[in-house]
């Protein structure tokens, strides 16, 4: 078996996950990108030289300075048409203070389910955020009472603040009907993807799989884990969490230093299919049916999968929904939860949690 990745950055000689954290004062949570000057506040928080020229390979090739100059055209050449009408035609942006609603959703220190059925009942008729709102709701299956998510004020996600930033800046106030449509993006998104992870970790969500880990008292096996960011996070929440990936994919960052390096079926074949543990797969590939093969060998109770809840097959599979596709091919499960995850501007993503039918 391969050696695991260390966590570092490349590039930087200062980087550990755990000064990043010890790091991230009040005031960079409140402001993480000063000024809007995305290159130079990755540069400082990662420690980068300041001539850095690192080329992100993701959704497309970018360098730091060519996001920021991205950045610096703000919406013209349609780059924040996020939101349009039915001929296709841009509509008017979203209002800042619907921008700031959506983005307090995922604020620790509010009750979540409040906090959604705020943001749609707030909404003016007819505007952006009233089809923001309805299309979260209607989705959106909370936690069952047997699951407590305590309020906080000192849970640290410097992912979530580098992302509420991204939402004022690309006047993005959440995914709608129409998003699954949407095929752009924005060059930021390669730097979130290389630094943090394809979809950033909710409180909520955290603390959903904390509940289920704990009740059951077992582990979290991350297949798929990408650079480590949910991994990391999770065990800061206590838990123990095995990450495996092939690691055929590149990341700038790393946050945890023991990601088994294997591919995920062999994994599961060699730790019982899995069967102590619960399976979490963030934002699985969809191609060589990967997500089909890791369900299918999947012998435990609990799978949490967090990726689109749309119909843009942009993650685990390319013709259906994961809804879909577990009430179709995993009968033997059905859905405890669906709660949406703070969405990078165009996406539309979710936590689903699916548990193993007659099991309490």
Request: aromatic share 10%; hydrophobic share 35%.
């Amino acid at each position: 078996m391969p050696p695991s990745p260390k966590a570092v950055t490349t590039g930087s000689s200062t980087f550990t996950p755990d000064s990043f954290f010890e790091a991230w004062s009040e005031e960079k949570q409140k402001d993480p990108v000063p000024n809007h000057d995305l290159r130079s506040a990755i540069i400082q928080a990662f420690g980068l030289k300041p001539s850095d020229n690192y080329v992100y390979h993701a959704i497309a090739s970018v360098t730091l300075q060519q996001v920021q100059n991205a950045i610096l055209q703000g919406g013209s050449k349609g780059l924040h048409a996020w939101y349009r009408d039915e001929k296709g035609e841009p509509l008017e942006p979203p209002l800042e203070t619907d921008i700031v609603a959506y983005t307090s959703i995922f604020n620790s220190a509010t009750a979540s389910n409040k906090a959604f059925s705020n943001f749609a009942s707030n909404a003016k008729k007819q505007s952006l955020r009233a089809g923001v709102g309805s299309h979260l709701t209607s989705l959106r299956l909370p936690a069952p009472t047997s699951i407590s998510i305590p309020r906080s004020k000192s849970h640290l996600n410097p992912y979530l603040d580098f992302w509420r930033w991204s939402c004022h800046n690309l006047e993005w106030c959440g995914p709608d009907q129409s998003t699954a449509a949407l095929k752009n993006s924005h060059h930021i998104l390669p730097i979130f993807m290389h630094h943090f992870g394809c979809a950033c970790p909710s409180y909520e969500s955290i603390e959903i799989m904390k509940a289920l880990s704990r009740a059951r008292k077992c582990g979290i096996i991350d297949m798929g884990s990408g650079n480590g960011y949910w991994t990391y996070m999770l065990r800061r929440a206590g838990l123990s969490v095995a990450a495996v990936d092939n690691m055929q994919s590149l990341w700038r960052t790393m946050w945890v230093d023991d990601t088994i390096v294997e591919d995920g079926l062999t994994y599961l074949k060699r730790n019982n299919s899995g069967k102590e543990d619960i399976l979490l797969l963030v934002y699985p590939i969809v191609s060589l049916d990967f997500t089909k093969q890791i369900l299918a060998e999947y012998a435990g109770d609990i799978i949490c999968i967090a990726g689109t809840q749309n119909s843009n097959g942009y993650t685990a599979f390319k013709d259906v929904t994961v809804n879909e596709y577990f009430e179709k091919e995993m009968k033997d499960f059905h859905k405890i939860v669906q709660v949406p995850l703070p969405s990078f501007a165009g996406k539309d993503e979710a936590l689903y949690v699916f548990e193993r039918k007659d099991v309490s």
